[in-house]
């Protein structure tokens, strides 16, 4: 077992990528190749090794080098493992350890959008949405709910940001994603588009046009304002969840999942037993 290196002081600099750099300092290191991000408890970091994710170090509380921590720590190869006592570590700004354990990875490439959809039959769109906690629930909801890949604006929040790790109980690392400039980047690809929205054309979810749709991309907005007028114009489709009470939305970690239910490819999911 790779031996524990031990940390008496915070500013120690060994542990500088787990205190002293804040996430767009992990994201943009010297080279685009050294970015990091950080995955925190043994069932996170368990999901991102079994994804191929590569660990740059570990940090941990001493009571979890022979007990949480172990078989994370059997499986990380030459990547640094740093320890220190419940009390220091809990001093980490902005780094309450779940379950003691924290790993910092190395970032992958920018994957290129024609591989991420390709066989591709439901795609999510995620267009400007800024909160980190839905980010990481719309994956969650994606990776449980049939969606095959997930594609992000550049102006949505990062998905290895840490907190979209942790809402997401992993789920990043299990559901293909990338980056694109807009929903229409899907047409070349033979996706129609479906933007969430409430409009004078908006149809119901459960429209039966959109189901027959082979290469669907489901668009969902920023919160607040929801998507732009633009890209609502730019869509195929336009559909909206029908809800009572005179309740007008959802919140888009909410939104997604109902959408993806409803939109979800039936012939995939009757590929897994007891779901037809």
């Keep these: 077992m790779t031996k524990a290196i031990h940390i008496e002081k915070l500013d120690d600099p060994q542990i500088a990528v787990f205190n002293g750099l804040t996430e767009r300092q992990l994201r943009n290191r010297r080279r685009p190749d050294e970015g990091l991000f950080i995955a925190e408890s043994p069932k996170v970091i368990d999901v991102a090794l079994k994804a191929g994710y590569r660990p740059a170090a570990l940090l941990c509380e001493e009571r979890h080098i022979e007990g949480d921590a172990a078989d994370i720590i059997s499986r990380i190869g030459e990547a640094p493992v740093y320890t220190g006592s419940r009390e220091l570590l809990s001093q980490l700004t902005g780094y309450t350890l779940t379950r003691g354990v924290l790993c910092a990875m190395h970032r992958p490439a920018e994957r290129p959008l024609g591989e991420v959809v390709d066989g591709a039959s439901r795609v999510v769109v995620v267009d400007s949405v800024v909160d980190n906690t839905n980010i990481g629930a719309i994956f969650r ?11 992000l604006t550049r102006t949505s929040c990062d998905p290895l940001n840490r907190r979209s790790v942790r809402v997401s109980m992993g789920s990043v690392f299990l559901v293909p994603w990338t980056w694109a400039d807009s929903a229409s980047d899907l047409r070349r690809f033979g996706f129609k588009t479906v933007a969430m929205a409430l409009t004078d054309r908006s149809v119901p979810i459960d429209d039966p046009a959109l189901n027959a749709e082979p290469r669907l991309a489901i668009v969902m907005g920023t919160e607040g304002d929801g998507l732009a007028d633009r890209v609502i114009a730019e869509a195929d489709y336009t559909a ?3 809800m009572s009470h005179n309740v007008d939305s959802l919140n ?12 979800r490819s039936r012939k995939e999911f009757c590929q897994i037993k007891d779901n037809c």
Excluded: E, K, T, Y
């Excluded at 909801?141 to 594609?151: C, F, W, Y």
């Excluded at 888009?252 to 939109?263: G, S």
């Design 141 to 151: 909801s994606a990776a449980a709910l049939g969606i095959d890949a997930v594609v």
């Design 240 to 242: 909206r969840i029908p």
């Design 252 to 263: 888009v970690a909410a939104a997604a999942a109902v959408a993806f239910w409803q939109l």
